[in-house]
Nanobody, 122 residues
């Protein structure tokens, strides 16, 4: 099992940057594919990005490609989401999640954090 705790959310103006962190418990962090999802008010949760166990493969939703960067530090049990050029439409609760295989859909992730709020003002 793995427990996940996100941090780094907040209020930022459009065009600004934030870096989200997700701390994982346990000694098996490197066995998990890690993903970021987000849920905006009144909308369903959506995929943002995923990184492979080693960090060698990454994939992004079209809506964030070129602006967001996912990374991980397996020695520290951390995964990050660097968010640049933020837009009001990026406003959402951001969740990190862990899966035991490569996945880009919500139902394939078995472990979830509690989420961190990101608000982008115009």
């Amino acid at each position: 099992q793995v427990q996940l705790v996100e941090s780094g959310g907040g209020l930022v103006q459009a065009g600004g940057s934030l870096r989200l962190s997700c701390a994982a418990s346990g000694r098996t962090f490197s066995r998990y594919t890690m993903g970021w999802f987000r849920q905006a008010p009144g909308k369903e949760r959506e995929f943002v990005s995923v990184i492979s166990r080693s960090g060698g493969n990454r994939y992004y939703a079209d809506s964030v490609k070129g602006r967001f960067t996912i990374s991980r530090d397996n020695a520290k049990n951390l995964v990050y989401l660097q968010m640049n050029s933020l837009k009001p439409e990026d406003t959402a609760i951001y969740y990190c999640a862990a899966a035991d295989h490569w996945a880009t859909v919500e139902y394939e992730y078995g472990y979830w954090g509690q989420g961190t709020q990101v608000t982008v003002s115009s």
